[in-house]
């Protein structure tokens, strides 16, 4: 694991300036950017200490605050535990933020995200990866879709909702994604059934994209997520593990040697341990 720096910075946007949290290896070199989309509970220290985390292995990550609109975060007050079955006023206040992100709103403010990490001297030339959570799962497809040629890698975990019956539905979108894809769904979630995974790995795999999709066993929406009711230890190290395999071996620098290549495209590998 590498030192690494963090700091606040703002990003501009068409729509103003979103403030974003940065962490990067302390040694002076570029790194593979790594956009982070957050859940909808916003950023906060448990986000930005993932991000650290992803960063401590090799990369140049970027954290930025979706709700920026409403204002900079934390846009709202959050307990130190986040249990919503406790506080569900909590859900009241983040739903209509989440509803605001349309396609088009998230397409304007993705281009401003990638380009502020493409312009970064802490980033390394090449496409990004995109790693998202919960709501952020589903943008960060949307975001492959929107921008091909900028997106190597994305990574979703404990998504939703991914297949919907609206226009706008992320696996409508599968056939202009390039990227490698890899999912990792709550065995407990009411976001994703059985059925919705179904439906997403089908489109995935009739638009030729390279992904593979687990389900954690006994995991709850939310599982990754360290100051959540839903943290499970076990499946949040698992997530790592995924994730950085990922994009170890698809950005532009940074590979390891010894990262095995996934040479299937379209593998759906349900109840792994």
């Known amino acids: 694991m590498m030192s690494i720096q963090g700091m606040q910075v703002d990003v501009r946007t068409p729509d103003g300036v979103a403030d974003a949290y940065i962490a990067h290896p302390d040694d002076g070199n570029p790194h593979p950017g790594v956009l982070v989309i957050q859940d909808g509970f916003g950023v906060r220290p448990g986000l930005r200490a993932l991000a650290d985390r992803i960063a401590a292995h090799g990369y140049t990550v970027l954290l930025p605050n979706a709700y920026y609109r409403h204002g900079r975060a934390p846009v709202i007050e959050l307990p130190e535990l986040i249990d919503p079955a406790q506080r569900p006023e909590i859900f009241q206040e983040v739903i209509p ?144 593990r995924e994730l950085l395999a990922l994009f170890d071996r698809t950005l532009p620098v940074g590979r390891s040697p010894s990262a095995p290549e996934n040479s299937l495209r379209g593998n759906s590998s349900r109840g792994l341990g």
């Not at 090449?126 to 879709?145: D, E, F, N, Q």
């Open 97 to 240: 933020m989440i509803r605001e992100l349309t396609p088009e709103l998230l397409r304007s403010d993705a281009a401003a995200y990638l380009e502020w990490l493409a312009a970064a001297p802490q980033v390394a030339e090449g496409k990004a990866g995109v790693t998202g959570y919960c709501m952020g799962a589903r943008l960060a497809v949307l975001i492959a879709a929107m921008f091909p040629g900028r997106v190597a890698a994305v990574a979703g975990f404990h998504g939703g909702p991914l297949v919907t019956d609206t226009p706008d539905s992320p696996h409508l979108a599968a056939g202009n994604i390039t990227a490698e894809l890899y999912f990792a769904h709550a065995g407990e979630d009411d976001h994703m059934t059985p059925e919705h995974i179904a439906r997403f790995d089908e489109a995935l795999a009739t638009a030729g994209v390279r992904y593979r999709t687990e389900v954690y066993p006994g995991a709850q929406h939310g599982f990754t997520q360290a100051d959540t009711a839903a943290h499970d230890p076990a499946a949040a190290e698992r997530h790592y």
